[in-house]
């Protein structure tokens, strides 16, 4: 069974950093792609960044071009998210996923497994 657990979330102030992980276990980790989703009170769940199962693909959202990278380490299992500059339009509750193939998307409905999300909050 896959199971996905999140950490790294928190209060930071507006144009602080946090770095997000998630620790996956249940099937071969490098071979398939990852994703961050974030959802904000109120509104729908939104692509944030995924990458392919080696690494050496990633895509972002516009918003966070330039200030957050993903990034993994397939020997721990483990993909990550730093997120520089915080805004507070950042503010969410954070969702990593596995995509059961190698390469990156970012429908959410390419996703089969999720963790249960992390909140990151952004004082201005």
């Known amino acids: 069974q896959v199971q996905l657990v999140e950490s790294g979330g928190g209060l ?3 144009g602080g950093s946090l770095r997000l992980s998630c620790a996956a276990s249940g099937r071969t ?3 398939y792609a990852m994703g ?5 009170p109120g509104k729908e769940r939104e692509f944030v960044a995924a990458i392919s199962g080696s690494g ?3 895509s972002y959202t516009d ?3 330039g200030r957050f990278t993903i990034s993994r380490d397939n020997a721990k299992n483990t993909v990550y998210l730093q997120m520089n500059n915080l805004k507070p339009e950042d503010t969410a509750v954070y969702y990593c996923a596995q995509r ?3 390469g990156t998307r970012r429908n959410a409905n390419e996703y089969d497994y999720w963790g249960q999300g992390t909140q990151v909050t952004v004082s201005s």
């Open 12 to 14: 930071v102030q507006a």
């Open 63 to 65: 918003s966070v071009k």
């Open 29 to 31: 980790f490098s071979i």
């Open 100 to 102: 059961p193939s190698y």
């Open 36 to 40: 961050w989703f974030r959802q904000a």
């Open 56 to 58: 050496g693909s990633t």
